[in-house]
């Protein structure tokens, strides 16, 4: 009985390690996971305009609800980029369909080319590094919207103001 004690306390102890280091693991690399607002996700499909098929990365996905709120009331494919590991199986075990994907990489090193879509949430230090993929990237058409932190040297092609209870949401296309 006491072993059964011991490995218990061991799991949780393992645990609480895996999921502390995943998140240092993201706050190192410069993004902390902070949820977008959900009562923003109807704002940011107005915005994207998606059509079945068609394909949304977001870049750094944190706990996937956007992904499966988009394939759910638009029926396009959703690629979540994250690098926390704990994030990355949190969102493969709520989203258990081929519709929702989540993919543990940099944002840097993720492939946006073929996208229709792309949404972020990121502090204006990684958005100015996105600035050049961007450009480098997406194919003519592309629409990517951020939230909060616009593109540095881009004009919107559409902005929905902050208000007192959120911030701006920016779209532009490529």
């Known amino acids: 009985m ?13 645990g609480i390690l895996f999921i502390a280091t995943s998140y240092l693991i993201s ?8 949820r977008t607002p959900p009562e923003l996700f109807p704002k940011i499909l107005e915005l994207a305009g998606l059509s079945p098929g068609e394909e949304f990365i977001e870049l750094g996905s944190g706990d996937g609800r956007l992904l499966g709120y988009v394939v759910k009331r638009c029926g396009a494919h959703a690629i979540g980029i ?3 590991p704990y994030l990355v199986l949190r969102t493969k075990i709520r989203y258990q369909r081929p519709d929702v994907q989540v993919r543990m990489q940099s944002i840097f090193a993720a492939d946006l080319s073929d996208t229709n879509c792309v949404y972020c949430y990121l502090l204006p ?6 600035a050049l993929k961007f450009r480098r990237e ?3 058409g592309t629409r990517v919207i951020s939230y909060a932190f616009p ?8 902005t929905i103001p902050r208000t007192d209870r959120i911030s701006a949401l920016y779209l532009y296309r490529y």
Do not use: C, H, W
């Open 2 to 14: 006491q072993y059964i004690a011991y490995i218990s306390l061991l799991m949780v102890g393992i």
């Open 27 to 34: 706050a190192v690399a410069g993004a902390q996971f902070v």
């Open 82 to 84: 994250e690098l926390s």
């Open 125 to 130: 230090n990684m958005m100015r590094r996105l």
């Open 138 to 140: 997406l194919k003519p």
């Open 151 to 158: 593109i540095p040297d881009k004009t919107p092609d559409r």
